[in-house]
């Protein structure tokens, strides 16, 4: 049980173009949604807490204009990278909390590249 | 705020050597302690727990005891394998700092036949 999806696990898009991420959890309802950003040999880097049928909250520095964040249900959030620049490649997890004991669940991460 | 530190890798054993990797951490309040493993290419699995003072989390031959005197959760394992190599994450979550992971910067084991 507690299984997190997330889709695509890589993408290759051209600068200037969005790309969108999704988030499932396939199993459980969660009420919150954590998207993290993580740089190659680098720790991860709390982006924005989501919860379901509300505004996500974000982190200092973290442009929210360029980084959307749709909770649309308490299964399913997705992570839109807007306008995508090669700064913006990275590896992107997310996590979501629920289950009878409320621990974060993280999905298995999806690699984005901008050319 | 809240803070982890843990030793920088990588850390380089031979298959069947004693594993340890040193975990503190600042945190206000009673958080619990995690560390999380993450193989090559895939996310975080969460390995053990311990949400309380001498609480000992263990899984897969893996162990930590949460140290509150010393603000410590070092990761212990007496015989490691090749299938161990990866990056292991201590955090912690809770206390003052509500639901929110706090993640420490990673620690890459390698492990050599």
């Known amino acids: 049980g507690a299984v997190v999806s997330q889709h695509p696990s890589w993408v290759i898009c051209k600068s200037g173009t969005s790309v969108k991420i999704e988030c499932r959890s396939l199993d459980f309802q969660a009420t919150t949604m954590f998207w993290y950003r993580q740089f190659p040999k680098q720790s991860l880097m709390l982006m924005a807490t989501?919860?379901?049928?509300?505004?996500?909250?974000?982190e200092q520095g973290v442009e929210k204009d360029k980084f959307l964040i749709n909770h649309a249900s308490l299964t399913l959030s997705t992570l839109t990278v807007t306008s995508a620049h090669p700064e913006d490649s990275s590896f992107y997890i997310c996590?979501?909390?629920?289950?009878?004991?409320?621990?974060?669940?993280f999905g298995p991460g999806t690699r984005l590249t901008v050319t | 705020g809240n803070s982890v530190t843990q030793m920088e890798g990588p850390v380089t054993l031979s298959e069947e050597a004693f594993l340890t990797i040193n975990c503190t951490y600042t945190?206000?309040?009673?958080?619990?302690l995690f560390w999380y493993v993450q193989y090559p290419g895939e996310g975080l699995q969460l390995l053990l727990k311990a949400t309380k003072a001498d609480d000992k989390g263990s899984n897969k031959g893996f162990e930590a005891t949460y140290r509150k005197e010393t603000t410590s959760f070092h990761l212990e394992k007496g015989s490691v394998q090749v299938s161990d190599s990866a990056v292991y994450f201590c955090a912690l979550r809770g206390g003052n700092a509500g639901n929110m992971l706090t993640f420490g910067g990673g620690t890459r084991l390698m492990v050599k036949p």
């Open positions: 996590s979501a909390e629920g289950g009878v004991t409320y621990e974060q669940y």
């Open positions: 989501s919860n379901e049928g509300s505004k996500a909250t974000y």
């Open positions: 945190a206000t309040g009673y958080p619990s």
